[in-house]
């Protein structure tokens, strides 16, 4: 695409399609929230994308993972340590939906869980993990 001066347009971001298959260990999320937020209770939080308060893990839904991936599968939530992620792709899946998929650091997944857990937090380092409850103690 060319602007008025005939010069490219930077950023210009036309999405994939198509079926991105990731490499060997290598693992696909979407879904990463870096938006205002309403609690539960109804509390605004604007988004902190870019400040200093943004700088905090994020969840993530596990969209693709590649041939030797075996820590996580597609499905899965995972936490990824602030900014071990790659900037988004946006892929047009067949069904003519339009995602943001991004590449994480395997080795920054800090957790994982079945159900997408709350990523309301207040502070640099409180992240609310309820629900699920967790049962720590094996019977």
Known sequence: MLDSKGIGHVGFKAPVQGKLIPLHDNVFVTDMNFEEQITKGGIYIPSDDGKTEGIKPRWGRVWAIGPKQTDVKV????????GRWTRAINVEEPDGTKVKVFRVDTNC?????????????????????????????PK
């Not at 499905?75 to 602030?82: N, P, S």
């Not at 609310?128 to 409850?133: F, I, N, R, V």
């Open 75 to 82: 499905g899965e939530w995972i936490l990824i340590e602030h």
């Open 109 to 137: 997944m800090l957790m994982s869980a079945d159900e997408k857990p709350s990523e309301i937090s207040f502070g640099l380092t409180a992240i609310d993990l309820s629900p699920p409850e967790y049962d720590f103690h």
